[in-house]
């Protein structure tokens, strides 16, 4: 099996040595994301604004891998502050139906360029 770069222009750029996602084997990987503003290089808006974008995302390279948001096996959110958790849960149960993806929910000293809030995903084509 070879493993497949997957890259949608909808995304925006990476901000490193990464990929958008790598499909391997019918398992798709996507990236931590930030919502960062492609006019500012920077993450902008509420805990609320940074997860739309950031879950809006996240469909968008789960579309150009040929899967979707009811096919994410498996979700991380790294969170500048717990206390944010229930301002995340609400937009995230926006965008997934049970049966819900496992997840993993916690706080970090830090996300890069003072983004409020990274979520990655894993998901099945």
Do not use: W
Request: hydrophobic share 40%; charged share 20%; aromatic share 8%.
């Amino acid at each position: 099996m070879e493993k497949n770069q997957i890259h949608t222009d909808k995304a925006g750029k990476t901000v490193g040595p990464y990929s958008q996602a790598i499909e391997y084997n019918g398992i798709v990987y996507v990236s931590g994301v930030t919502a960062i503003d492609p006019q500012t290089g920077f993450p902008t808006g509420t805990v609320e604004e940074q997860t739309e974008k950031i879950l809006t995302t996240i469909e968008e390279v789960l579309e150009a891998a040929g899967s979707s948001m009811e096919k994410v096996l498996k979700a991380t959110i790294f969170l500048n502050d717990v206390n944010d958790f229930a301002k995340v849960n609400a937009v995230y149960a926006k965008h997934f139906r049970e049966p819900y993806p496992a997840r993993i929910c916690v706080q970090v000293a830090k996300i890069p360029l003072g983004a409020l809030v990274e979520i990655d995903a894993i998901a099945h084509k």
